[in-house]
């Protein structure tokens, strides 16, 4: 970390904004250092290089949920979240993270042909009798 640190504040002197924190967590060599798979398991390194850096970080790791990712930005341990995986299984999370957050409009985060059409869905879905 200590490098990863002296990195990120020499790439922010050059104009980077934004670093994103990640171990990898496909593979790598065996003598490499396990780092446990839990949910935010990456948020420790972007707190650090935000922190002693001074630079902007992406926290990243199985990050899955609407309520832990805006706990990370509110303890200001990330400035973004990096989805990655989770936008493949459910490309539609940030829809459904607004609607979880209690986002009044939370449609209207998608583009204006798609959330015009799931706005009605939403009415007519109201009008069903039970």
Not at 17 to 45: A, K, L
């Amino acid at each position: 970390m200590d490098d990863t640190i002296a990195l990120a504040r020499g790439l922010s002197d050059r104009g980077v904004d934004v670093i994103t924190c990640s171990s990898g967590g496909i593979g790598g060599p065996i003598n490499t250092e396990i780092v446990p798979r839990v949910p935010g398991y990456h948020v420790p390194f972007a707190e650090r290089v935000r922190r002693e850096a001074g630079v902007k970080s992406v926290a990243v790791g199985l990050i899955t949920e609407a309520r832990h990712a805006e706990q990370i930005l509110d303890a200001g341990q990330a400035d973004l979240i990096a989805l990655a995986r989770e936008l493949l299984f459910d490309p539609h999370w940030p829809v459904h993270a607004a609607k979880e957050l209690g986002i009044e409009n939370y449609l209207d985060i998608l583009p204006r042909g798609l959330s015009w059409w799931l706005k009605r869905r939403e009415v007519v879905r109201r009008m069903k009798p039970n």
